[in-house]
Nanobody, 115 residues
């Protein structure tokens, strides 16, 4: 069993930055993908960024050039560095890790971009 603990959300002004962290408690052997999703009120949960165990990354178009996903294997942690934040980035951000037959989700952390 893997528990994901997220941190780093909060209120930030447009143009500001935040770094989200997602720490995995328990063995992450076999984890092959780590992702960040977000869900705005009244909308579906959308994939924001992903990173594979080999380090390959992908981003949704609206965050390319602004967000960076990374991981620290020694700390069992995945990060999402968010720069040049916009009001439309406001959402609850969820961490996800997957391995064959298992999906693990964090509890979500609120990010609000507002002046």
């Amino acid at each position: 069993q893997v528990q994901l603990v997220e941190s780093g959300g909060g209120l930030v002004q447009p143009g500001g930055s935040l770094r989200l962290s997602c720490a995995a408690r328990g063995s992450i052997d076999g984890i092959y993908i780590m992702r960040w999703y977000r869900q705005a009120p009244g909308k579906e949960r959308d994939l924001v960024a992903s990173i594979t165990r080999t380090g390959s990354t992908n981003y949704r178009d609206s965050v390319k050039g602004r967000f960076v996903i990374s991981r620290d294997s020694a700390k069992n942690t995945v990060y999402l560095q968010m720069n040049s934040l916009k009001p439309e980035d406001t959402a609850v951000y969820f961490c996800y890790m997957g391995r064959s037959g298992f999906d693990y989700w964090g509890q979500g952390t609120q990010v609000t971009v507002s002046s």
